[in-house]
Structure formats: C-alpha cells, structure tokens
C-alpha cells in the first residue's frame, strides 16, 4: 500500500465511524479550529490499528504524514502522531527539521504536545548529535514561532534524571517576558515536571528569575 493508498484508506475509515454529535463538542472544544469527524480516542484508535501495524519494520513513510497535516479533518493528524509514535525509534537529528515543519503547521497545543515527545525521544536516543540536538533546541527557543518556542521549551517534559538542566535554564531564559499565554504555560510546565526530580535545581531557578505569574505559580506547584 503506497501512502496515497494508506491516507486514503484511512480516511475512508473515519469517515464510516464518524458521529456528528461528537464531531460538535470536539470542535467546540478545539475553538472551532478545525472540523472533526467525531472520533473519540478509543473509537480512532481501533480504526487505526490495521493500518498502523507493520510499520515499525518499514522506513519512515513522512509522505503519508505530510497528507495526514494537509487534511482538513483534525483526526487525520492525529492519526499521523500515532503513526510517528510508533516508528519513534527510527527518529533522529536528521528528521527534526520534519518535526518543527509540523509543529508549524495546523498548530494548536494538542499536535504540538505530541511532537514535543518525539523531540525529547530523539535528543536522548541520538546519542552521536546530543549536542547538535541542544543546539538546534537553543535556535528553536528564539523562533518567530512560539508554537516552534514552546517545542523546545517542552522537549524535555518526562526525561527526569536524562533532562540537561543548563539547556532548560537557556532555553526558558530565552523566552522570559513573553505575554504568549502558550509560552508561559509551558515554562510553568516545563519547571513543575523537572521539579519532580530535581526540585532544588527548579527552586533555585524560580528564585532567580522574574517569571510572570503564570509561570511561578505552575512551576512552584511541587516545592
């Protein structure tokens, strides 16, 4: 099955269990951003399964995700996040570009939360481009995008002891002052889930930073 065919598939899936009602409060709740075909998580998690399996043995099909983000229909990139969830581990330094390319695209917290993981995942498994990793997330951190700003300052969310606390110091640093509720929603996050493993580091740091309220008050959350 080509990607052409998997998409296609897919959608033809989705479309057969879609629910209107659903469909609404999805939407209503995504600020009407984008149509939806209704498709709670268990329900789309079935219909993805024929198509999903395997593809840890074949190479990364960017193609087939690349359609999925063209779709109008938001399930469609959901589909392409569990797709590249699966295949995660053949992810690395080469296919960050890839992944900032979608956190720009249809941007909304719920995509780009999801590619935050990948990030993470490719910064602890590509061990030969750590450094290069660190460095592209430094550039991320000043993108024009804050969709792009907010990735890297969530790319550690989860890593605990893996987490290179200088690099999340630099990264929030770089984006201190902003008024982009996103963005300092995600620094609060970002503080809170460190501090769950090294909340001396996240004390001292809150400590001196003039954080907006937002911030402190989400990051403190645990100290």
Known sequence: MTPFEKYQAVKKAYAAGAN??????????????????????????????????????????????DLCFKDDYREM?????????????????KDLPKIKQLAETKSWW?????????AGQIFIKDEENKEKTAALMLAWAQDPDFWVRRTAIEFQLGLKEATDPNLLGKIIDRNLGSQEFFIN????????????????WVREYVASRDLSALSRREGSKYI
């Open 20 to 65: 209107k009602e659903n469909a609404q409060a999805m939407g209503k709740y995504m600020r009407n951003l984008f149509p939806f075909y209704g498709l709670k998580t268990p329900t789309r998690r079935e219909l993805s399964r024929p198509f999903l399996k395997g593809v840890t043995k074949e190479e990364i099909a960017w193609d087939l995700v």
């Open 185 to 200: 929603k995600a620094i609060g996050w970002a503080l809170r889930d460190y501090s769950k493993t090294n909340p001396a």
């Open 77 to 93: 990139q959901y589909f392409a996040l569990d797709y590249l969830k699966k295949v995660q581990k053949q992810l690395t330094f």
């Open 110 to 118: 719920d995509s780009v939360d999801s590619l935050v993981k990948l």
